[in-house]
Each structure stands twice: as C-alpha cells, then as structure tokens.
DNA sequence: TGGGGACCTATACCAAAGTATAGGTGCGCC
DNA sequence: GGCGCACCTATACTTTGGTATAGGTCCCCA
C-alpha cells in the first residue's frame, strides 16, 4: 500500500485529490500546506513513498523546495504539481531530479496512471510539454510556403550560404535569394538565423 | 489479459523481448518480422490493444508505416520502438499520434512499465528524450565559452544583428564581432545560424 | 614582476546576405 | 485568351557578417 504525501496550499484542490486517490485506489494519502510543514510531517511519518508538491506554496521559492525536499529525504520519490503548468519549468524540475512533473490540466484518471507509474520507479513527464504544440506547427506562416520555399527552409535550417543551397537544388543562388526573401517575409522574421530558429522550434526539421 | 503485436525485424531481439514480456506479465504477445507481415496479421486477429513497431524495419520507411498502421487499425494503440533512438523522430512520432516511443536502451523492466502504461490508455514518453541530454548540454564545446561569449551566442540565438547585440550588451559592434567569431571558432561551426541551430538543439536557451 | 587570458576598441577588407527592379517560362483556371 | 502563381534568371546595389591585424586595459596567478 504506497504512502503518498500531498502538500497544496489550496485546500480544496488538496483536499479533493487527496480523497480521490484514497477512495479510487486505496492509497494511503497524507497532506500539508506548505513545503516546511510537508517536510515536518515525513519526519514523523513511516517511510513516504511518493512526495508530491504543488510548484506555487509557501516555501518552495521556485524550485528551490524542490531541491531542500530531495536533499532532506533523498529515498522518497518526488514530483513536482503545478497549475500554472510551464514547459521550462517542468524540463528545469525533471532536470533536477524531480521523479514527475504532473500538470493540474491531467485528468483524475491520468494524474492516477501517472502516479502509479512513478511508484514503479519511473519517471513522469507529460508529453504535452515535450514538444509545445505539435499542433500547430505546420499551421501558420508555414502553410503558405510553397515547394520551393520550404526546401529553401530545410536548408536554412542547417545553417548552410545561398550558394551552398544553389547547388543542393541545382539553381542559381539569385533565385535561392528570391526564395529566401520570400521565406523571411511569409514567416515574419528579419534574417535567416531567425527563420531557422523559428522552424527548429516548431519542430519542422 | 492484454493482447500484443511486436513487430521488428531483428529476430533476436523480437523473440527475447516476447518471450520476456510473456513469461514475466503473462501478455500475450504475437510477433512479425515487417510493416506488411504485421498489418496482415492484425487482419486475423482479436482486437489487438498494442502495436510495437520498429522505427527501422522494413516497410517502415520513416514514420510512414506509422500513418499506415494508424489509418488501418485506428482502435489499436500503436508504439514505437528504435535502437538508434533519436529524438527528433520520437517527437515527430509522438506528433503523429503514436501513443508511446521505446527506446530499446531502457531496461527491460522500464519497457514493461512503460507498456502497461501505455495500455491504461497514456501516452509514454522517455523522459531522457524530453531535454536531450542535460548533462552534456552545457559539456563539450560549450564549456570552453567565456560568460560575454555565452551572452553572445544567447543573443545569436534570437537571431538578431550584431548592431542589436552591441546595444543589448552595451558594447561596440566591432567587438560583438570579435565575440561571434570566436564564438564559431570554439563550436566549430561555420556562421551565426549554425551557432543558433546548435546550442537551440542543445537546449541551451 | 612578468605573463596570460578575458575583455574592449579601431581600421580595413572581402564575402555573404538581403533588397530592388525587370524580365522570362510554364501551368491551371475563369 | 488573359490572369495569377510558382518558378527561374539577371543586373545592380546596400547592408551585414566574418576575417585580419594591431592595439589597449584589467586582473589573476606563477
């Protein structure tokens, strides 16, 4: 029977998931409002399987609560909860050795699945913040681009000169120019660094 | 009991990791050696909860097969599996609606929990994938950056001119120019996009 | 006390990037 | 046929990027 502990300074939110995972699956859930007193309470608690703590409380200063939780109480597994959910930060908290990072958007069910799945040992991280929108990457700008113009695109985003690119697609480089101004306008963007940069964080290449 | 289809090329590797998921979590697992012969096995089967794919196999053809697998059986959850796992396909593959992405570097009792996860209806994906090697992030060519030489390539990461660097840093552009240069040398790269593309694929900023 | 490295500036030069204008072909569509 | 669009080429030009060379200050460390 895993031992959960739950620390949300908004007492409904903790007081409602709380009471879901006792009832659903029967876990064993204790609660706190604030980092120190969630620290307080595993000292006096038998050993605490997963500590789950809401990334906005009292005395968790950013991930800094993270780090103090892990360094006070180095066996028990931690993820990190937050509503205000942050792509940065939850690759920042799992880079610091958080075990999970579950977004309040999750279903109940999913935030279940998630926590059993960290139980297990493994690491949580939502797919959603791994890549932001994979929707709407070819959306947009990019859609209008034509052929040429997104071939143009994949070589920018190499990093390669006009002349280079000239010779990739058998062209002259004043047409590669042609092209690379149309690209630079139908996107938005001011030079060809900032084209790449833009397709790289859309994933398109 | 969970009806599974893998499907990989590589016979060893197939049949070690059926036998293994067979004897340890009692799936029952079917097994094909390409795309074609999985697809046509599906055709005679019972409802088949997963579909492991191989990412190199024939008929694959890059994230293709997935479409394919996809469109054919829409009811099935569909995974994929690498050996050469590369992160870019793992977010495309995700994008594309597979429900989870295997690396064949975890371990075997990592894969099984991934598995069940994915059968209780999330979406998996390895976390090592999400930020690509934090610890060697900032490793390699980029130790050797002096602090103005990392202001410089977070500005070149934005994309702007060195005439915009130097008023940001409050320096002349003739010594922006300075700091880009040895910038490239020290990335060993050949100009600014390059610079940008490498350290945003190194998640750098 | 004398390097050495990080940092800054300057002049000069050439290559590359980007803009502007003008024109040509082929294709589909009304 | 005429229109628009994607595509290609060309000349001419300005701006930016990148290299080379030379020199300066500051600070740390042997």
Redesign the interface.
Known sequence: MPNILLADDHDLVRDTIAAYLETVDGFAVATASSLDTALAAMAGMDAVDLLILDYNMPGMNGLDGLDRARSAYPAAKVALMSGVANRDVA?AA??RGAHGFLPKSLTA??MV??IK?VL??????P?G???PE??A?RSGAFANLSEREMQTLEQ????V?NKEIAQVLGISEVTVKLHVKNVLAKLG?????????LA??R?LF
Chains 1, 2 share one sequence.
Do not use: D, H
């Not at 920018?156 to 990093?159: A, E, P, Q, V, Y």
């Open positions: 690759n799992m880079a069910a999913s699945n998630a799945f297990t040992g493994e690491r949580y991280f797919f913040f791994a890549s994979p929707a990457a920018l985003c190499i990093g000169s963007v001011a030079n060809r660094t900032q084209a790449a940069i790289k964080e994933q």
